[in-house]
């Protein structure tokens, strides 16, 4: 019986009964899937599809085939990706921004209707491609980490689809992500060039927010964007700085950072300046939350105290921050105040600045001059010379003599 209510008949030909039974019970699934609109069982498909032509014509004209609702191909790129982002609510707006970047990529490349499932472990490899090198050219279109961060969050988007038995396995599992640090965009900001940037500054809480980078190593603007007035504790010299980039991890939600003193007079100004009974020590940026971008502004002030823009802006001044401190105070204790691991730290932040050349020259230079030279010719007068030591068969008769003097026995062993 079809779905319009009419009898229908397929003829099978000369087939046997056992054949004729199982094309019965397929047959019956795809009547039932073409009332329902339910998808064809596993066996039904692999049975349909390995029909012979004339069969499958048969089936179609019976309105079997065309009526019947195949096995769905699975969500597309564009879906999945909205899902998975929409569904991630436990995570912070700066991090989906992110995650967004690496999306627009994917679906750059791959199209927004490319089914998830036909995303093969090439095309990963071809994508990645994508990323490093522009088409046509050598330059490069991404930065070596940036590649590595956004191949590792592929990863982690179709990790998740391989969980939710959406594909079989990551097509991105191989692809490297290591975010490596780049020496291209160190840049060490010298405490004179970070004294004009100062005086360029409009106001207070400008000045104090740039000195809490170079100086105190915050991330900025996320850390110095929350702190708060009670966070301060002036009569211990220290301040709690919160962290919203370490806060899912166990203690890291916070840290102590010392009232380092290139730090004060900033701080105490915009202190003396603060409302009666304010809360928030950045009032200015209170309404713009801990994702304000503060590129624009800081560029300004650059360009009016007449200093060339480093590459990473706010970045190189925590890491700049991190150098200094690790040059004076051991690593556990410097990585504490800066809030990352010695890891990170060696990766991306630590440098060798032209004050370490100058002080192991000056140190070379305190060496009496004989041992600085490479090499020195010394007269023979200088050297003294060095007494002849006897043979082989003379140190054997003295041995042997002061054995028999004082036990007056030969000895048993001959010398060799």
Sequence with gaps: MATDGRRRAVRLG???????????????????????????????????????????????????VAAAVPEP????????????????????????LIWKQTCRNLIDFFGADKPLADISDGDADRWREYLTVQKG??????????????????????RRAMRLKLIPSNPFADLKAAVRGNPKREYFIKPAVAQKVLDAAPDGQWRLLFALARWGGLRTPSEPLGMMWQDVDWAGGRMMI??????????????????????????????EQAEPGAERVFPKWQYRGAGTNLRTGLLRILAKAGVKPWPKLFQN?????????AATWPMHVVCEWIGNSLAVANEHYLQVTEADYQ??????????????????????ADVQKTPDLPNDSELYENVHKNVVGATGLEPVTSWV
């Design 14 to 64: 000369a087939i046997d009964r056992k054949a004729a039974a199982e094309a019965q019970g397929h047959i019956d699934h795809l009547v039932e899937a073409a009332s329902t609109h339910r998808a064809w069982p596993d066996a039904t498909r692999a049975w349909v599809d390995a029909l012979p032509a004339v069969w499958r014509k048969r089936l179609l004209a019976a309105g079997l």
């Design 73 to 96: 191909a699975g969500p597309t790129l564009q879906a999945f990706l909205d899902g998975y982002i929409q569904g991630r609510g436990d995570v912070k707006a700066s991090t989906i």
């Design 137 to 158: 050219k050598i330059e490069a279109r991404m930065a070596a980490g940036t590649v590595g961060r956004r191949c590792g969050l592929a990863k982690q988007f179709f």
């Design 242 to 271: 919160r962290s919203p980039k370490t806060a899912h991890h166990p203690g890291g939600e916070s840290r102590i950072v010392p009232l380092f003193p290139e730090l004060l007079p900033y701080l105490r100004e915009v202190f």
């Design 317 to 325: 001044l925590r890491a700049t921050r991190e150098t200094e401190l």
């Design 359 to 380: 002080k192991a020259a000056q140190k070379a230079a305190q060496y009496p001059a004989e041992l600085a030279l490479p090499e020195r010719k010394v007269e023979t």
